[in-house]
């Protein structure tokens, strides 16, 4: 039998020490690791969750075809792919992602596993922080969806608590136009959250999902909507 080898291909610092990234090929295969922490933070073999993270949101609205998304995290593109997708030609989806090697890795072959939606002409990049871009934009979003880390408790960066925290949500529910949604991945369900986005003003729905083909590990998702 043929053996599997992890090959490094890149790797990539977070900013504020955040950490390092380390991005690897196995077979067609991509996955991208933290040093410190075992296991993989992202793989393109498993990515049901991402998918589910968008469909379920979009589903929510009234008229997803025409819907202004924002995308905190691109991570391996999944999440994106899914939601242009489901929106028309007069949607707009804004990605935001901090680490400029992950829009690179994306824009080469490990873009290719997810339909290379970075050059879809409805896909704007923002090179940065999401929460600076949720706090600086102007007009109105139909739908905010979050997968910046493991979830609401930092792992890679402890600036994503500030997404989290109650002034956080209460900036993203501003830019949520009314009947708009706020989608948050996260590894493994979080109480606290769920409290905040009640204070916040959300109308709150958690929903678990498989992270791969209806089997093995399932992930945590939040669905908070802007009465």
Known sequence: MKMRINKLLDRALIPDNGGELLFYQRDDEFTIEVVGIS????????HGSEDA?????????KKPQEAHVVIGGLGMGFTLATVLRLVGDQGKVIVAELVPEVIKWNQGPMGERSGSPLNDPRTIVHQGDVLELIRGGKGKFDAILL???NGPEGL???????????????????????GGVLAVWSTHPHAPFTRRLGMAGFKVDEQKVYAHRDKGTKHHL???TRP
Not at 39 to 46: D, K, P, Q, R
Not at 53 to 61: H, S, V
């Open 53 to 61: 993270l968008a469909e379920l949101a979009l589903k929510r609205l």
């Open 39 to 46: 296991g993989e933070l992202m793989t393109t073999a498993h």
């Open 222 to 224: 939040w669905f908070a």
């Open 156 to 178: 890679t960066q402890a600036r994503n608590n500030r997404l989290y925290s109650h002034r956080g949500l209460r900036s993203a529910y501003d830019v949520l136009r009314p």
């Open 147 to 149: 997968d910046t880390d």
